[in-house]
């Protein structure tokens, strides 16, 4: 038994306990679009590309067999807080590597960019199909200042069900107006960027928090949609932070062969966010929310709509900053030509919120000379305004009409009408969404001519900083050749003093070294005392005199001091005297080796040696 237990192996030891996997810090973002694509910058890298005028998209890939609904390819879908718009090769000459193009059709219709890639499109741009839950679609031209009007035709809406599918819920619909931060994954409405009016209930809608307001719509109901935007005041030049400036942000890239420009899109606001939070439904007023703030659920204060400071008496955790309106701006809509009234006024400015000093301070130090990279942009790239926003749910279909021809057209004054003024026979006061496009374009091509310019301006400064840095080194480094220079003449005048060639300065003294450590450590040394200093100078002709004078005085010419030379000289000045030598035994004085030195001069500080 023994020696079986002693034959088992021992026993196994306790498995070590598990370590924690640490986890790979995340990627750092990059473009949603796909196949990575190539940042343009260089001239000589779009040499072989065409200028085109129009762009290469989009390709129509039908979304079931002889459908008229299409999906798009070969353009740049906005995702992931990006956005893309297409780009051309400018002409040899220009400074900026692509400039703003149009695509077809060129005129006010639905964004091919800027939709949900779940909504399907017919090839004009104008019919919308839905393919599952609410998702939205913006047209390709914002309404900055003036007055708008269009048309959208229900297809397919209000609760019906399509015959193909067995979903519970029908097709709806929602339209309203929207900004470039209003999401595109839900329905218009959804937070305080949005305004919009519901098929269901004829409910409007703004913050998620529906209002009652006119009467429902559904299938083959033309629905007006109409807003009005008081003048845009234009920035001061002596405010330089003014968030009415006009800047752009964006970088030319090739997607899958075709040149477009990336944008950072605009980010929500922590103001706007926080709108979202105050507790529901206590306002049946037709402004957006309500204009005094409330207290949030969590902890938060509403950012003030009239611009004024919030409560004083109660700070909140995160300082908000006021949120400012567009005074006199209104929103209403048309059921087959009957007003529904003012939905929404004062709507929110469609401006970014002026940057804090932290906010300027942090997206500086961002900044990398040298480096092409997305930044937020707290100006106005051309792009703000509001927009036409369609939202489809399940399998809806509508049809958009910009005019200028229209089904159910308006009076010439619908402000009059919506004020319940009589309406005069006056010249029409409104314009057709239809007549925004060109002008829109005409906007973004006046400012690819003022980036070129401004771009030519930068060029002729960079030139001109980098001359004076050029003259900055070539002085730096005259100066430090002069310095050089005068170093190697001192250090000659020094050998010359010495009796030593410059030339051949390095083999004299590693020679020296060689012989005599002491007496080179002493050369190198000229501060420190020379220990000869209360010797005797003995002057001759030349070596060979001097080294015969020093023989017939009884002494061995040495570099090195030596107790002879030192006492009979010297006498009581020397540590060896004559009460001394009493004490030390008489002995004999080893016979000096004479060796090869050479001939120095010596000159004594005792005064009565000097005679």
Request: hydrophobic letters at 30%; charged letters at 25%.
């Amino acid at each position: 038994m023994l020696a079986e237990a002693d034959s088992r192996d021992p026993p196994a030891p306790p498995p070590p306990p598990p370590r924690k996997r640490k986890r790979a810090a995340p990627p750092p973002p990059s473009s949603p679009a796909p196949s990575d694509p190539e940042v343009l910058s260089s001239r000589v890298d779009l040499s072989s590309r065409p200028q085109l005028s129009i762009s290469r998209g989009p390709i129509f890939v039908p979304a079931s067999e002889a459908s008229d609904y299409f999906k798009t390819d070969l353009v740049g879908v906005n995702r992931v807080g990006f956005r893309y718009v297409p780009a051309g090769i400018n002409p040899p000459g220009h400074t900026l590597p692509c400039r703003t193009i149009e695509s077809n059709p060129t005129a006010y219709r639905v964004s091919w960019e800027d939709r949900s890639p779940f909504i399907t499109v017919t090839k004009d741009g104008l019919g919308l199909h839905g393919t599952t839950g609410f998702r939205s679609a913006r047209c390709n031209a914002p309404m900055a200042q003036g007055k708008w009007y269009m048309e959208v035709k229900i297809l397919r809406g209000g609760g019906e069900h399509h015959s193909e599918n067995n979903r519970r819920e029908g097709s709806h619909v929602r339209l309203g107006w929207g900004r470039r931060e209003a999401p595109l994954n839900g329905p218009v409405g959804l937070d305080g960027y949005s305004y919009g009016y519901r098929d269901k209930t004829g409910d409007k809608v703004t913050l998620s928090r529906p209002r009652p307001y006119g009467r429902p719509f559904r299938t083959g109901d033309v629905v007006g949609m109409y807003i009005s935007l008081p003048p845009r005041t234009p920035a001061s030049k002596k405010a330089p932070h003014d968030p009415a400036h006009l800047k752009r942000e964006r970088i030319p890239i090739d997607l899958k062969g075709q040149e477009m420009f990336e944008i950072l899109e605009y980010p929500q606001s922590k103001e706007m966010i926080a709108l979202m939070d105050y507790s529901a439904g206590k306002s049946t007023s037709s402004a957006s929310v309500p204009s005094a703030p409330k207290k949030s659920s969590a902890g938060k204060m509403i950012p003030e709509r009239s611009g004024g400071p919030s409560n004083p008496t109660k700070p909140t955790a995160v300082p908000l900053r006021p949120l400012p309106v567009l005074q006199g701006s209104r929103i209403a809509f048309f059921v087959n030509g009957e007003s529904q009234g003012v939905a929404f006024q004062d709507l929110y400015d469609y401006l970014q919120l002026r940057q804090t000093e932290t906010q300027r301070k942090k997206e500086k130090k961002r900044t990398r000379e040298g480096v092409k990279e997305h930044r937020e942009n707290p100006f106005n790239d051309g792009w703000l305004g509001y927009y036409p926003f369609i939202s489809v749910f399940n399998d809806a279909i509508v049809r958009i009409n910009p005019g200028p021809e229209f089904e159910f057209p308006p009076p010439n004054d619908i402000d009059a009408l919506l004020d319940g003024t009589p309406c005069q026979d006056t010249e029409r006061t409104w314009r057709p969404a239809s007549e925004r496009y060109a002008e829109f374009m005409s906007e973004q091509w006046a400012l690819d001519e003022l980036e070129e310019a401004e771009a030519k301006e930068d060029a002729v400064r960079a030139a001109a900083t980098e001359k004076a840095e050029a003259a900055k080194r070539a002085e730096r480094e005259k100066k430090k050749q002069a310095a050089e220079a005068r170093k190697r003449a001192k250090l000659e005048a020094q050998q010359a003093m010495r009796g030593t060639p410059a030339s051949s300065i390095d083999n004299d003294e590693q020679q020296q070294r060689a012989m005599t450590p002491g007496l080179a450590v002493a050369l190198m040394s000229p501060g420190q005392p020379s220990p000869l200093r209360h010797g005797t100078t003995y002057e001759g002709e030349d070596e060979n005199e001097g080294r015969s004078l020093s023989l017939e005085h009884g002494y061995v010419y040495s570099p090195a001091p030596t107790p002879a030379s030192m006492g009979e000289v010297q006498g009581g000045q020397s540590g060896y005297n004559s009460e001394m030598e009493a004490d030390i035994p008489p002995t004999e004085a080893p016979t000096p080796t004479p060796a090869p030195v050479q001939a120095f001069e010596y000159q004594s500080t005792d005064a009565s040696y000097q005679a």
